[in-house]
Structure formats: structure tokens, C-alpha cells
Nanobody
Framework: QVQLVESGGGLVQAGGSLRLSCAASGSTSGLNVAGWFRQAPGKERELVAQISDSSGNTYYTDSVKGRFTISRDYAKNTVYLQMNSLKPEDTAVYYC???????????WGQGTQVTVSS
């Protein structure tokens, strides 16, 4: 099993920055894909950013490109999401996700609230 603990959410004014952290513990081998999803009230959960160990590739949804950066510290088993130039439309609960390959078993964090005021 894998446990994910998220931190770093909060309330920030538009244009500000936050850094989300997701620390993994337990059986962390093979967790080759990590990402951040978000879900705003009344909307479906969407993939915001993802990083893949095997390819080193990163993915960002269009609305956050140039503003958000996903990174990973293997020594600390932690995934980060640096969010700059935040906008009110970034307000949502952000969820950390890691996936064990090749079986594609997903694990989720508990979610952390990000609120951006205008």
C-alpha cells in the first residue's frame, strides 16, 4: 500500500504563488507516474500536471502552462506542484496521484484546498 500526504494549500490573492507537496510512504517502488488533479465545485476532476519517470516527460493542461511546474524529489519520495501567477479560476481541491506501472494501480491523496481571491 501507498500513503500520500498532501500539504501546501491555502488562500492566496490573484497573482500569488503556492507550492503543493505530496509525500509518499509505504510501498513506493514502481511509482513511475505522478501527477496533480483538481476538482472545482460542480466540475469534473481534471488532470493539471503529470511527470513520468520512464520518459522524463511532463504534461500540463493548457490553462496552467507557463504558470505551474511539477517536479519530483526521489530521495524524499515527494512530488511538488509550484503554482505561480494564480488566478481565481485555479480555485479547487487539488489531489495528488501516483501510479504504479506496469499494472497502472492508482493511489490518491486526501486533497488540499486552494482558494485564489480576486
Amino acid at each position: 500500500q501507498v500513503q500520500l500526504v498532501e500539504s501546501g494549500g491555502g488562500l492566496v490573492q490573484a497573482g500569488g504563488s503556492l507550492r503543493l507537496s505530496c509525500a509518499a510512504s509505504g510501498s513506493t517502488s514502481g511509482l513511475n507516474v505522478a501527477g496533480w488533479f483538481r476538482q472545482a465545485p460542480g466540475k469534473e476532476r481534471e488532470l493539471v500536471a503529470q511527470i513520468s519517470d520512464s520518459s522524463g516527460n511532463t504534461y500540463y493542461t493548457d490553462s496552467v502552462k507557463g504558470r505551474f511546474t511539477i517536479s519530483r524529489d526521489y530521495a524524499k519520495n515527494t512530488v511538488y506542484l509550484q503554482m505561480n501567477s494564480l488566478k481565481p479560476e485555479d480555485t479547487a481541491v487539488y489531489y495528488c496521484n501516483v501510479r504504479r506501472t506496469p499494472n497502472n494501480v492508482n493511489y490518491w491523496g486526501q486533497g488540499t484546498q486552494v482558494t485564489v481571491s480576486s
